[in-house]
């Protein structure tokens, strides 16, 4: 596997389940994120992991719990879901930057989730 | 508040013809990228412009950004139906560190 992949790439699921999307990358990078894309909305940057630590939370609702046990891997824990968080949800990696731009981000396919 | 605004939202245009999408913002970036993505997958950088009124071109892309470094544009000639997907400008906001905030985003029709 080459880049950034995620899985599942479709989840419906109930406003009671719970359920996990993943995010793995393959270039090296220490800087991992969350986005979560709507229909006419701008992407929105849920949260920011930078070697492992989480460096930035955007007020997402704590029924999104992420996780990010090594610099490769990255998870979203989902509780709870309203209908309202159907989205695309892509994961992306970068080298950190903390010092400024630009950098480059590589993203993964993405998670279509359902919420019914 | 940082805000990118593209437009236009929504373009569906023939093949053969030009196009310009407009990325515009009250506030100023250190940089300027642009991202291309296509139905089920992730955006792609194409460019990073950083110097005002910097220039680029990428084939038949040409990718301008602002004097002022508020705005950038993207113009696409002769147009190809291989050029269809969302293009999405992102910007790093000056003096906020690595900080990337996106515009929502225009969707391109290229029609045979």
């Known amino acids: 596997e080459t880049g950034v992949t995620q899985t599942p790439r479709h989840l419906v699921m109930g406003m009671t389940n719970k359920k996990s999307l993943k995010c793995e990358q393959h270039l090296g990078h220490n800087a991992m994120y969350w986005y979560k894309q709507s229909a006419k909305k701008p992407l929105e940057l849920m949260f920011v992991y930078s070697l492992e630590e989480r460096v930035e939370n955007n007020s997402v609702p704590s029924r999104f719990s992420p996780e990010c046990p090594n610099s490769s891997h990255l998870f979203l824990h989902l509780h709870t879901l309203q209908p309202e968080d159907s989205a695309l949800y892509l994961c992306a990696s970068s080298q950190d930057n903390i010092l400024g731009g630009p950098y480059e981000q590589y993203f993964g396919p993405g998670t279509r989730l359902t919420v019914t | 508040t940082q805000l990118l605004e593209q437009s236009p939202q929504f373009l569906s245009i023939q093949e053969g013809e030009n196009l310009t999408v407009y990325c515009n913002s009250s506030s100023v970036f250190s940089s300027l990228q642009w991202y291309r993505q296509e139905p089920g997958e992730g955006p792609v950088l194409l460019v990073t412009v950083v110097t005002g009124g910097e220039v680029k071109k990428l084939k038949r892309l040409t990718f301008q950004f602002g004097d002022a470094r508020k705005d950038s544009s993207l113009h696409i000639t002769a147009a190809q139906p291989g050029d269809t997907g969302l293009y999405l400008c992102?910007?790093?906001?000056?003096?906020?560190?690595?900080?990337?905030?996106f515009g929502q985003g225009t969707e391109l029709s290229v029609k045979p």
């Open positions: 992102a910007g790093f906001p000056y003096n906020q560190g690595g900080k990337l905030i």
